[in-house]
């Protein structure tokens, strides 16, 4: 899962809290069972001790150090019962005093060998899941879409209504999230304003980083005044790592920023690496099929139009009828 730069400061910045929170926990249980049983301190101290007598000993010139390891092997073992029975008689377990780590599998540090660790990724998880509640507002769930707000009556051109449509796209939009993996493909959202593409694609996000995956959402404008800032303002960020790599990236309102060059060039490599690497994207717009090959070059719209799954939204602005 490849999540953003910000979503990974943040839960190793949490992973790391975590784990200096569990080795002072560990160490004030060590002092409260020193404090009641002293002894064990001195076990301890001497344990250590004999291991450095033990290395000192096997380096030694001119003596043959098998008798001297020997003993301090047997006085290792004893000082190591007397530890036991003390803990027993306590009825402490026999790792009362053994450090308690974060994680068992990587130990506090997020990975194992290369490989992200099951802790990490869940609070990868858990700061995206923020991340996503931040932009979108906390109240877009599937359960939530209403078809009611779609006409029923037919258009006499498509001899479908509108909510027969929406009922369709609404169905869709569930199944891709069930089914998201490697490999899914992108969709493209197209309809006029307030008929559900944001509230939808908002929906299709929050489930599927649910499912463990990692999820970008922006708006067109966001997405591109990300590149901007770094090629002609300065900044240090790597939006490609952002845009690119993630499982799924959901670009809205595409169509409402202002077209330049720079920005049909970033929209390009954008969805063309995308495809070619198997991420999937979802993309809203305002703009019918007309409105994008007026607006956007003939290679972007031949990748929208003709590779992407399109589903078109209809009926009434929901925004104007809620009022």
């Known amino acids: 899962m490849a999540y953003s730069e910000q979503v990974l400061l943040r839960a190793m910045a949490r992973l790391k809290q975590a784990k200096e929170d569990c080795l002072a926990e560990s160490e004030a249980r060590r002092e409260e069972i020193f404090r009641e049983y002293p002894r064990l301190r001195q ?11 033990a290395v000192a000993t096997a380096f030694r010139k001119g003596e043959d150090p098998a008798a001297a390891i020997e003993a301090i092997k047997e006085e290792n073992l004893a000082l190591q019962r007397e530890q036991e029975w003390i803990l027993e008689a306590a009825d402490l377990d026999e790792s009362a005093l053994e450090p308690t780590v974060v994680c068992t599998h990587c130990g506090g540090s997020g990975y194992v060998g290369e490989v992200m660790c099951e802790c990490l990724q869940e609070l990868c998880r858990q700061e995206q ?8 507002g906390g109240r877009e769930h599937f359960d939530q879409f209403r078809l009611d707000y779609y006409p029923t009556e037919r258009d006499p051109k498509l001899q479908v209504s509108p909510r027969e ?11 891709y999230t069930r089914e998201f993996g490697p490999g899914s493909p992108s969709l493209l959202f197209s309809g006029g304003p307030g008929l559900g593409k944001t509230f939808l694609s908002a929906c299709i996000a929050r489930t599927v980083a649910d499912s463990g995956f990692s999820v970008v959402y922006d708006t067109a404008g966001k997405l591109f005044s990300d590149f901007e800032a770094v090629k002609f303002g300065g900044d240090k960020s790597e939006p490609e790592k952002k845009y690119l790599s993630c499982d799924l990236l959901i670009i809205d309102d595409l169509g409402t920023e202002m077209t330049t060059q720079f ?5 390009y490599q954008v969805i063309n690496t995308r495809l070619m690497e198997g991420r999937a994207t979802v993309v809203s717009t305002n703009l019918d099929d007309a409105g994008l090959r007026q607006r956007y070059s003939p290679a972007i719209v031949s990748r929208l139009l003709g590779v992407f799954e399109m589903h078109p939204f209809l009926g009434q602005d929901i925004r104007l009828l809620k009022r």
């Open 43 to 53: 076990i301890e101290i001497a344990l250590r001790q004999t291991a450095a007598k």
């Open 263 to 267: 920005t049909q060039s970033v929209l």
């Open 165 to 175: 449509v929406m009922q369709y796209v609404f169905n869709r939009c569930r199944q």
């Open 129 to 136: 899941k923020k991340e996503l509640s931040s932009l979108l």
